[in-house]
T-cell receptor
Framework: QKEVEQDPGPLSVPEGAIVSLNCTYS??????FMWYRQYSRKGPELLMY????GNKEDGRFTAQVDKSSKYISLFIRDSQPSDSATYLC?????????????FGTGTQLKVEL | EAQVTQNPRYLITVTGKKLTVTCSQN?????MSWYRQDPGLGLRQIYY???????DKGDVPEGYKVSRKEKRNFPLILESPSPNQTSLYFC???????????FGPGTRLLVL
């Protein structure tokens, strides 16, 4: 079993829709939870990260973590064609010897006009 | 402009021919790492470096070498490339805390 599981999609939605992207993780030691966005032929870029359970909002994006169920979500409101990309969830453990970042496989999103 | 650069961006080579992919960052970051990205497997860490002369294995280090002689540079070396190393490679850097990783543009490698 992978430490971080993510549905690969593809997910196709009409412009303006609310998008829900989800991941589950298995290691309760994970401390940080991130969402990266990766456009085609580009490197991933960090969208948001959160440390605790609950919601964190940034514009049209809301990251949600439920540590009790080991569930990570990213919601995109009023989705735009420019949101079409692959979204990667990631978890981080901070250790003295090296910080361990583990990625999900990514969900491909297409927002259509 | 703060950035991570990688060279080359595209590379076709043959089995056994040693190659080096360079990575450089201009943000004075302590932490650098290499990942490979494969369909269905996502991003997997190859090696990372906490600082100059400090490197350690990630999840898939076999067949790769790295060095960190300067803070800004972290080259990835394939001493004897094999076809199963055909992949998309990303270099990343961050502060020590690593909450925010800055990724390079990627190097697409094909080993024949």
């Amino acid at each position: 079993q992978k430490e971080v599981e993510q549905d690969p999609g593809p997910l196709s939605v009409p412009e303006g829709a609310i998008v829900s992207l989800n991941c589950t993780y298995s290691n309760s030691a994970f401390q940080y939870f991130m969402w990266y966005r990766q456009y085609s032929r580009k490197g991933p870029e960090l969208l948001m990260y959160t440390y605790s359970s609950g919601n964190k909002e940034d514009g049209r994006f809301t990251a949600q973590v439920d540590k009790s169920s080991k569930y990570i979500s990213l919601f995109i409101r009023d989705s735009q064609p420019s949101d079409s990309a692959t979204y990667l969830c990631a978890t981080l453990i901070l250790t003295g010897g090296g910080n361990k970042l583990t990625f999900g496989t990514g969900t491909q999103l297409k927002v259509e006009l | 402009e703060a950035q991570v650069t990688q060279n080359p961006r595209y590379l076709i080579t043959v089995t056994g021919k040693k190659l080096t992919v360079t990575c450089s960052q201009n943000m004075n970051h302590e932490y650098m790492s290499w990942y490979r990205q494969d369909p269905g497997l996502g991003l997997r860490q190859i090696y990372y470096s906490m600082n100059v002369e400090v490197t350690d294995k990630g999840d898939v280090p076999e067949g790769y070498k790295v060095s960190r002689k300067e803070k800004r540079n972290f080259p990835l070396i394939l001493e004897s490339p094999s076809p199963n190393q055909t992949s998309l490679y990303f270099c990343a850097s961050s502060t020590r805390a690593a909450e925010t990783q800055y990724f390079g543009p990627g190097t697409r490698l094909l080993v024949l």
